[in-house]
């Protein structure tokens, strides 16, 4: 013990690192933070979207999924500003560990909520296990976060680049499931026609062979618009 009070008071940071990483109590939490990861990991395999709907509490409970989504999505994005900002007042500091906490604590929640919806509701499809993994690979992201965040020596460098993938992730898992409530031409829709003429939003999949016939023209355009959303390819329901 009075050596490494000593490695660390003399600022060897390697030393300090490896003494820190060998306490008992961080043992535990890097223990308890790899079986949470892999738990979370193997839950679609136990549980499988298989197209069909099981219990109606699963469904109830899974409904709140939209609300508690956003939750997540403030919270993760609040960090990096409080990091920024503590650099002039670091008290702000404190606030972010504080925030990234309350981000993984939602994370889970939402996580939690939106596979009782996907497995209550008997949804599947590709958009829908994208958004699952998305979902899946950011609440592990975030909790990896919090871990170098807490990590002593030059683990803790490892940080903004892993804030900064989860950004990104947190970009392409919010943008999957906007997709499937809203379709896929949600944000490309009505994009300015110079952005057209770059081949941005004009990537659809063929659905019919004879684009002036009267199905093309009159019916497709209602489906469309009120069936595929549910009833595509990116996301089976029924």
């Known amino acids: 013990e009075v050596d490494g009070y000593h490695s660390c008071e003399c600022r060897y940071p390697s030393a300090c690192m490896m003494i820190r990483l060998r306490s008992p109590g961080a043992r535990v939490i890097w223990a308890a933070s790899l079986l949470l990861s892999i738990v979370l990991l193997l ?4 549980f499988r979207l298989d197209g069909k709907p099981h219990a109606d509490w699963q469904q109830f409970l899974g409904r709140f999924h939209p609300l508690v989504v956003h939750l997540p999505i403030g919270l ?6 409080l990091e920024l900002a503590g650099r002039v007042r670091p008290a702000l500091l404190e606030a972010a560990m504080f925030v990234l906490s309350l981000s993984l604590l939602s994370c889970l929640l939402a996580l939690t909520l939106g596979y009782l919806l996907a497995y209550g509701s008997g949804e599947a499809g590709a958009g829908v296990s994208r958004h699952m993994w998305g979902g899946t690979v950011l609440t592990i992201a975030v ?3 919090l871990l170098v965040r807490e990590a002593p020596g030059g683990v803790r460098g490892f940080y903004p680049y892993l804030l900064a993938s989860v950004i990104l992730l947190l970009a392409w898992t919010a943008h999957q499931g906007g997709s499937l409530t809203h379709g896929d031409k949600y944000l490309t829709e009505y994009l300015p026609a110079p952005l057209k003429r770059l081949g941005m939003g004009t990537v659809q999949a063929k659905a019919f062979d004879f684009p002036d016939s009267f199905y093309a023209r009159h019916l497709y355009p209602i489906f469309d618009a009120n069936c ?3 009833h595509g390819a990116q996301k089976v329901k029924g």
Do not use: E, K, S, W
């Not at 839950?43 to 136990?46: G, I, Q, R």
């Not at 993760?76 to 500003?81: D, K, M, R, S």
């Open 143 to 145: 909790l990896g976060c």
């Open 76 to 81: 993760i994005l609040l960090v990096p500003v």
């Open 228 to 230: 595929v959303v549910c």
């Open 43 to 46: 839950l679609p395999f136990v």
